[in-house]
């Protein structure tokens, strides 16, 4: 909003410095400030009422060390990072660019869900909350308007070199890489990026390349099964990751700082040439949202920081992997999920392990067994007798490793 407010008095009006407004990266640090601000300042004030109100986290008994004076300590503070990403990204963004639009959508559908599933928890003493079929509803709703919307949308491009003559019907532009004339196109493709791969695309289209000529027409189908898959999957593990204090929170936060740059890089047209990556237009319009995001995450983690003050639930659990989710796929890295989001996977599979390791000993040896101590991951190290502050602080470790990784992968051509 005050991104148009300050275009029509930069048009209308010869104030000194009005133009700012124009820059991403300002819009960008102003974006972190506000979140910061709306996060700490006014999440005391929403931590008090949800405390006032006896929104209180109701804690089973596993047998962890410390965990049962956790009981009673306010959750749904997930409200606090949503508001901390929309306040600043309807302040300072263009309203009109699809991919925020996106972004929006997606966190407040996400949020939505994650608010539901607390409030049955919270008031309706239900420790089971929403059921997960109707979680697993919601996520692959969410998953087919943003894969149909990648598709289908016309303001949804990449940038990509052709050789004359062209074949679609767009403008050509022309410059030169060195000593070497360009021609590329504005184009709709279901290209992607992949580290380690030839020229580091990847067409979705080519899966069913092995079923013959008109493998191109099911490249929908296979696209939104990918979105399906990495939308579900990243949310439910951020959802599995916030178990103890500050380490969804934490990671979250360079996961999103990681985002940004790749945003940045990917929607600024001299640098993605200069890096040979895909371009892709008008994406740099998500670093003020990616701002915005890892702003609140930082906000939140001065709260959620061990021993944490208010707990996030599923309200931010599952709109923060939503939002890491759909960013992704939205610049076209959604491929490098499994590396920079390697502790939400970690976390996923050694679920999926124990239980499947459990259920298959039980049925073949008549009793259940376990790898880990308990899962999630954290749980197990929390059973060896680690101190939750080591635990975050090592995921923490691993995750910066994991961003470093993957920002690298970009000049890996």
Known sequence: MLYYLFSYLSKNYSIPGIGVMQYITF??????????LVTTVYGRRLIDYLRFKQVGETVRNLGLEGQMQKSGTPTMGGIIIILGILIPTLLFAKLDNIYIIMMLVTTIWLGLIGFLDDYIKVFKKNKEGLAGKFKITGQVGLALIIGWTMYFHTNITIRQEVKLPVKYDVPVDFHMRGDKPVYTQDVKSTKTTMP????????????????????????????????????TSVSNG??????????????????????????YVSGNTMIADYLNIMYIPNSGELVIFAGAFVGACVGFLWYNSYPAQVFMGDTGSLAI??????????IRKELLVPVLCGVFLVENLSVIMQVGWFKFTKRKYGEGRRIFLMAPLHHHYQKKGFH?????????IICIFLAIITVITLKLR
Request: charged letters at 15%.
């Open 27 to 36: 819009r960008m640090a102003m974006a972190v400030i506000v979140s910061l």
């Open 196 to 231: 380690f791969y030839k020229n580091n695309e990847f067409d979705y289209a080519k899966v069913l390349k092995f079923i013959g000529p008109g493998y191109e027409h099911y490249a929908l189908l296979v696209f939104m099964v990918f979105v399906i898959v990495i939308i």
């Open 238 to 263: 951020a959802n599995i990751t916030d178990g103890i204090d500050g380490l969804a929170t934490g990671t979250s936060a360079i996961i999103g700082l990681t985002l940004a740059i790749l945003a």
């Open 321 to 330: 992997g939503g939002i890491i989710a759909v960013f992704a796929i939205i």
């Open 388 to 396: 939750e502050s080591k635990i975050v602080t090592r995921f923490w």
